[in-house]
């Protein structure tokens, strides 16, 4: 899909700003805190209704203003379709060729974007939640199903663990039985979820390693784990529900002692090696962010077989931080079939070769210009 053109009217820094984005690859260069960021994050809001950066929707009004009203055209396979958001402090409203929207849920999916930001390289360097954050959220988009079954067992498991604490000092059989109960339907939701992370990955480990090893001219082999708290080696769910309460009654008395839940896929992670060596330990700062995005560049693929068509491409201060033999790689891949929007501090800092036919844009205290 393409994304023909913006306009932003009361958002953040921009006053008012229309953008014809009519090229595969379009590049914003500015300053620090000119509006490059807030330009990138106004499509994934146009995409998802929500921002990349903060879960308070008011920050996106311009300070001084009580509403903001953002616009795309996109094109995609099978039509045109022009989007509107309107946010305000009573709310957002969505709509889709002129016709408003009743539910959000209609509205998400008429843009698909993939955005790749300094801070997914905490997705390599963080702690394993950030791992099950962007696994959990890569998956939910794809599947909706999965975020079900992800509320659930967060319900489940809270009531548990305040369980295990209460047994700590009373283990009569009612709170016995009442421990049955969560057990089965922490595993019976538990099931699903790994079932689910064992599939998604499989998938993603294909792609990242072959776009990794494409960015880095094959010197690099990158190899991506699932590091499940459950050895669960079965696909199927009856042999995986009785491991996974095998493994609960086994634990049970180390539980009640701590009064937290020790076995479940919210103790599960992710591991990335290149050339066998651990990248979050080994690895130099180039080539985990290198593995983070091609993690990203994974989830371009993803979506292209889920949706039939490729989503836009967000690249928000990332390029310049990496060599020239890698942007390019990067660049190329994608150049044809994926529209791009980058950021960057200077042009001069991005080196590829064929960045002649992109459009420049200057983007100077809320203002865009060619
Ligand atoms: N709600 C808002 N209303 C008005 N201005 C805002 C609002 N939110 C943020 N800003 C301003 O927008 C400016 C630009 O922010 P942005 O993050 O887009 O910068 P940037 O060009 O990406 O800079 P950098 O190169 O440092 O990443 C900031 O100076 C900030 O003060
Ligand atoms: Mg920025």
Redesign the pocket.
């Known amino acids: 899909m393409f994304v023909k053109s913006v306009s932003l009217q009361h958002y953040?820094?921009y006053e008012t700003m229309e953008l014809d984005t009519n090229n595969n690859v379009n590049i914003f260069v500015?300053?620090?805190?000119?509006?490059?960021?807030?330009?990138l994050?106004s499509i994934f809001v146009l995409a998802l209704t929500k921002s990349h950066r903060t879960a308070k929707d008011r920050?996106?009004?311009?300070?001084d203003k009580d509403h903001t009203l953002l616009k795309a055209a996109v094109e995609r396979k099978y039509g045109t379709y022009n989007l509107e958001l309107n946010i305000s402090k009573q709310g957002k409203k969505a709509k889709l060729n002129g016709l408003e929207q009743k539910k959000l849920s209609n509205f998400i999916g008429s843009l698909n974007v993939v955005m790749f930001a300094p801070e997914d390289l905490e997705i390599v360097k963080g702690g394993p939640s950030v791992r099950r954050r962007f696994l959990d959220m890569e998956i939910g988009q794809v599947h909706p199903g999965y975020l079900y079954h992800l509320q659930q067992y967060q319900k489940v498991l809270v009531q548990r663990n305040n369980l295990l604490k209460q047994m700590w000092n009373d283990r009569s059989s009612a709170h016995m039985q009442m421990l049955e109960v969560w057990n089965e339907q922490l595993v019976e939701h538990g099931v699903k979820i790994v079932k689910k992370r064992k599939y998604y990955l499989k998938k993603l480990q294909v792609w990242a390693e072959r776009i990794h090893a494409g960015i880095t001219n094959g010197q690099e082999q990158l190899a991506i784990s699932y590091v499940p708290s459950l050895a669960l080696d079965e696909d199927n769910e009856a042999v995986l529900f009785e491991q996974f309460m095998i493994k609960l009654s086994q634990m049970n008395d180390q539980e009640i002692r701590r009064g937290i839940t020790l076995v479940g896929p919210h103790r599960d992670d992710l591991a990335f090696s290149i050339n066998g060596k651990e990248v979050q330990t080994y690895g130099s700062q180039g080539q985990q962010r290198t593995t983070a995005l091609s993690l990203k560049l994974a989830e371009i693929e993803f979506m292209h077989e889920e949706i039939g068509e490729y989503p836009v491409l967000l690249l928000?201060?990332v390029l310049s931080e990496l060599d020239s033999y890698r942007q390019t790689q990067l660049i190329e891949t994608f150049q044809e079939k994926v529209q791009t929007f980058i950021?960057t501090?200077g042009i001069e800092s991005i080196h590829a070769h064929r960045l002649q036919d992109a459009n420049v844009f200057h983007?100077e205290n809320?203002q865009v210009r060619r």
């Open positions: 953040r820094n500015g300053r620090n805190a000119q509006g490059k960021t807030n330009l994050e920050e996106l009004i311009a300070w928000d201060d950021t501090t983007v809320g």
